[in-house]
Structure formats: C-alpha cells, structure tokens
C-alpha cells in the first residue's frame, strides 16, 4: 500500500505538526506501507490562474510547467494521501490551498449529482487515492477550532469521490515541543504512540479508531492553565525581543 503525505507546515519537519505526522507515518511503516512524504515549503507551485485551459483546450494539462506535474503523478500511485497542516485563520497554510487547488485538471467541466449532491465529473485515468486523512495543529486550546478545517478536508474528499478517513487533531501544539517550559506535569509519550497506532490501524485494519485519535487530541492541562502558561512565554519572547 503506498501512502503519500504532504506536509503544509512551513517549519517541516521541526514543527509542531510533524510530532504527530512523523509517528503517524511511522506506524504505517511498521504495518508494512510505503510511505512517501512531500514538504510544500520544497515545493515550487504557482497559484492556479482559473484559465480553465486543462478543461478545454488541453483536457487533463496545466498550461504551467512546475513541480506540480510530478505531484500529480505521486498522486495516482497513491492509495493513501495524508494532509498535515498547522491551523492558519481557521485553515490550512496557504501553500497546502496553493496545492489543492492545482488539482482542477483532475476533474472534467461538467456537472454530476453524485450522493445528492452536485459535483464535477472525475477525470478517467486520475486517482487522488483512496482514503484522505488529516493531520493538525493548533495553539488553541478547544477542539472545536478545527472544526472549519475538518469540514473542508471532507467536502474535498467528497468531490473527489474518495474516503475521508479520520483525522488526528492536537490542540494545545506548543505543549509538546516545550512541555517543561509550559510546566506540563504528566508525560506525553502515550499521544505519540496513540499517533502511531492510528498508523498502523489505518493500514492494517482500514481505519482508526476513535479511542486512538482521542488519545492524540488528549486534554493536555486545564484551559486557564494553558492560556496563562501561553500567554507567560509570549510576553517573555516579546520583552526578549524589545530588549536588543
């Protein structure tokens, strides 16, 4: 099973989405996939101009020649497809957007209801994987901040006629890289294997399972302890800052 995931944060691979990705991909390594990972930060994609030529006057082609070509490639082999991303104003990063929507030749101009709901008719020979899965970060501290991304990653695997197969959410992100920081006092080693069982579930056994992702999206401290702690090392970073 092959499994492509790109990862939207401009951080990389040192930000706080890849603590949850990097064990996530790990785990479905470990149940036997080929995993194959791209940085949208490495990536040179230009924004899609609504020109609408790859519906008609070259069906299937963008008129631009960047590395989205080989992107889409990756995509058809792929069986799997893993979007990581940091919360941005309620969404994803605006490189992720970029990709996304550079995927228009994908699909053909005309119009189908599809599960009561109209939806543009796929492109023959255009796979962009069989399930969709999710992977976030927040500095908030309520669940519910992700709802408005969660509900855009279903409604694009919806239009793609693909699975949306659960996502692993992490608010509170600034936790875990500076947990001794934030004076977290318990350990957070069983949110990282709770991201790498959700791996090895998803490929394994097709899913995750909701007792697995709840693990990863675990409360981490009490909201007005968080806020405090947060709100201490912002006011230490800007007096560090204002000093030089």
């Known amino acids: ?64 020649k960047d ?19 940091p919360l941005y104003v309620d969404g994803m990063t605006g490189p992720l957007k970029n990709l996304l929507d550079r995927l228009v030749p994908g699909a053909q101009p005309f119009i189908q209801v599809k599960d009561g709901h109209s939806r543009h008719v796929p492109r023959e020979g255009f796979q962009y994987g069989r399930k969709v899965v999710l992977v976030s970060n927040c500095g908030f501290w309520e669940m519910d901040n992700f709802e408005p991304l969660v509900h855009h990653m279903k409604a694009l695997a919806a239009n793609m006629g693909r699975e949306f197969a659960g996502a692993l959410l992490r608010p509170c992100g600034p936790v875990l890289g500076l947990g001794a920081v934030f004076g977290i006092k318990r350990p957070v080693d069983d949110i990282f294997e709770a991201a790498r069982e959700a791996g090895r579930q998803l490929i394994r056994e097709g899913k995750m399972s909701e ?34």
């Not at 036997?32 to 790859?54: D, H, M, R, S």
């Not at 590395?67 to 991303?85: F, Q």
């Not at 992702?213 to 970073?237: D, G, H, T, W």
């Open 67 to 85: 590395d989205m070509e080989s992107v889409r490639e990756k995509y058809r082999d792929a069986d799997i497809v893993v979007y990581a991303t």
């Open 211 to 244: 007792e697995t992702l709840k693990i990863v999206s675990r409360e981490l401290m009490p909201r007005e302890e968080y806020i405090n702690n947060a709100n201490r090392i912002f006011q230490q970073m800007l007096s560090a800052v204002t000093k030089k």
């Open 1 to 64: 099973m092959k499994v492509l995931a790109i990862n939207g944060s401009p951080k990389m691979d040192k930000g706080n989405t890849a603590l949850i990705l990097n064990p996530f991909l790990e785990g479905m390594r470990e149940a036997g996939a080929e995993v194959e990972i791209l940085y949208t930060k490495k990536l040179k994609i230009n924004p899609c101009q609504g020109c609408f030529n790859c519906w008609f006057k070259t069906p299937g082609q963008c008129f631009q």
